[in-house]
């Protein structure tokens, strides 16, 4: 099943922990203060398809 959902995947591999965490510590420094009202969409541009 997995397989499956990764093959239709444009990256063709699902999400893991660790991209979850890269997106939140982009957001999290004072480097990004200015960013706000976004939807940062960490899905692998599944909602692209």
Same mark, same amino acid.
């Given at each position: 099943?997995? @397989?499956?959902? *990764?093959?239709?995947?444009?990256?063709? @591999?699902?999400?893991?922990?660790?991209?979850?965490?890269?997106?939140?510590?982009f957001?999290?420094?004072?480097?990004?203060?200015l960013?706000?009202?976004? *939807?940062?969409?960490?899905?692998?541009?599944a909602?692209?398809?």
């Open positions: 099943m997995i @397989r499956c959902v *990764e093959s239709t995947s444009p990256l063709a @591999r699902l999400a893991d922990p660790s991209d979850v965490a890269a997106a939140a510590l957001l999290a420094p004072h480097d990004s203060s960013v706000n009202g976004s *939807e940062l969409s960490v899905d692998g541009d909602a692209q398809i």
